[in-house]
Each structure stands twice: as C-alpha cells, then as structure tokens.
C-alpha cells in the first residue's frame, strides 16, 4: 500500500507545486493523476521515488517511510518503486534483453553489472515477463528495431525486474498512436491485478483515463481536486481541474449514468 500524507514539493522559493497533498493507493489498484500541464502531476510521482526531494510530508510504502531514506537505504527503496516513462528511456545500441535485465542493477553486484553476467534466475524471471507482454521472440533484437508500443512493452518489462511494490508510470502512452495506448493501459491494468500491483499513472488522455483505470485523482495548482470513480467524472470535474480550457469537450466519453463516491474537493 502506498501511503502519501501532507505531501508538499516546493521548488526554491516559488510558491509549493505540491500543497499538503494526501493519497491511498492500494494493492493491485490502477489509478490515473490527471491535471492541466503544471498542476504537479510528475511532481507527485518523482516525489515518491525520490527523483525530487519532497519539502515535507510523508510517503510510506508498505509501511516504510521514503521521505527520510538517505544513502543506502534509498537506493534498496528505490528497487521496489518501478517507473514506465513517456519516451521509454530504453539504451538503443542494447539488446531488449539486456535492456529488461537493466532492471535488476539494483540487485546485482558491480561485477555482474559490468560484465552482464546475470543470475540465472533473473534472466528465466525475464522471459517469463516477456512472454508474458508479448516481446519473448525480440529478446536479441536492438531496442531501436522496435516499434513504439514494442518499446514501451520493455519498459514496463524492465520496470517488472526490479520486483517492484508500486509502479509509476509517467504518461506511458503520450508518445503511442491511439490503438497501440489502449493496449499499454489494458496491459498495465492486467498486470496490476497479476501481480497485486498498485499502478499510479500520469495521463492527460481522460477519455483514457475513465476507461482503463478504476480511480481518477484529479490535480489543480497542486491541490488533488477530484478523487473518485470514472463514472463519477462528470463534466463539472473536468472543468473544474482544467478550468474548461485544456481537455476538449470530445476527451470526456459518455456522461455517467451514476454519481457516488466521486467528491469535486472545495478549491480554496
Ligand atoms: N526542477 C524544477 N525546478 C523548478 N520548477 C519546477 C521544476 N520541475 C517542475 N517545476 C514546476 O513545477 C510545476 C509543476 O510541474 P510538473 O512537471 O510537476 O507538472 P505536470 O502536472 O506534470 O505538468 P505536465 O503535464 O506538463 O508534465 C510547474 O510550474 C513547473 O514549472
């Protein structure tokens, strides 16, 4: 279980990008951060594996505090905190293979790492995975060999590898056509129950978002507006996170049929 509470990032002496920020995720729950551009989206989640400093608050993972975690103690913390990103983050001349295996530096020693000579184990535990997300048969391929949705299947392969208790992914599909996204998201939810993986995902598709996540966060100013079911996401959410201006009316799908528990939080 992810726990964040009264979290908040401020960069310098601006004003905090993140203010007093409070969230639950549980296990195996998929959950999408929507907000305009700047509302503190990636913020949030490099907050959470300490690719920025939170300014204060708590982040437990599992019980286990990250905001203090220093030296050591960090860098274990870190192997169970997997992150998908927009633009993969792949190495290109590497092997997908060698790529996935990336996923367990935190794990081997200096040596093993140097001369890629990984444990057995690790690498049946990578031809499962990729077996599992369809890419086994481009194991030897180079990365750039791949198309983008193929790519993006290694990135959450090797994020996968590090055995991670929360997956962070930053707007995994922004780069993928329309029909390549919607098997990322299918993909994400899939493993999420597997593998009892709670999955935060910074989207700015919220068409997307309401169809294959079952939780919308919604983030203004740094502020989480909205939290609550898609079906609760009704027009007045989405104005009220992007103000009527950023999400086109055709990004927000049928209107609901049933408001429950989706709460608009008061802005002020
Ligand atoms: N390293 C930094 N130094 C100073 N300000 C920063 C830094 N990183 C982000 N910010 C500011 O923090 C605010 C939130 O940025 P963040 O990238 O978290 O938003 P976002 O919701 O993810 O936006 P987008 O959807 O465009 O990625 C923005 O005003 C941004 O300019």
Do not use: W
Not at 42 to 49: Q, V
Not at 55 to 65: A, D, K, P, V, Y
């Amino acid at each position: 279980m992810l726990e964040i509470s009264k979290l908040v990032k401020r960069y310098g002496r601006d004003e905090p990008v993140l203010k007093e920020l409070d969230l639950m995720v549980e296990g195996s729950s998929v959950v999408s951060i929507v907000g305009a551009s700047g509302a503190g989206k990636s913020t949030m989640l490099r907050c959470i594996n300490r690719l920025v400093e939170p300014t204060s608050g708590s982040i437990r993972l599992n019980g286990m505090e990250l905001v203090t975690l220093k030296g050591g103690a960090l860098r274990r913390a870190r192997r169970k905190i997997g992150m998908v990103f927009q633009g993969f983050n792949l190495i290109d001349r590497l092997t997908v293979m060698e790529n996935v295996l990336a996923g367990r530096l935190g794990y081997v020693n200096l040596y093993q790492a140097i001369s890629r000579r990984y444990p057995q184990a690790d690498i049946e535990r990578a031809f499962t995975l990729m077996e599992r997300v369809g890419i086994a048969h481009y194991a030897n391929k180079r990365a750039d060999e791949l198309s983008g949705g193929e790519r993006q299947r290694v990135g959450v392969v090797r994020a996968l590898m590090q055995e991670p208790e929360v997956l962070l992914a930053d707007e995994p599909t922004a780069s993928l056509d329309p029909r390549t996204s919607e098997q990322i998201m299918v993909l994400l939810q899939s493993l999420a129950s597997e593998l009892s993986l709670p999955v935060l995902i910074n989207i700015h598709n919220v068409a997307q978002a309401k169809t294959y996540t079952e939780r919308i966060v919604g983030l203004r100013h740094g502020k989480m507006i909205f939290d609550g079911a898609p079906a609760d996401f009704t027009k007045d959410a989405l104005d009220a996170i992007y103000g009527g201006i950023e999400a086109p009316e055709e990004e927000l799908t049928a209107e609901p049929d049933k408001a429950e528990s989706g709460v608009i939080h008061d802005q002020t």
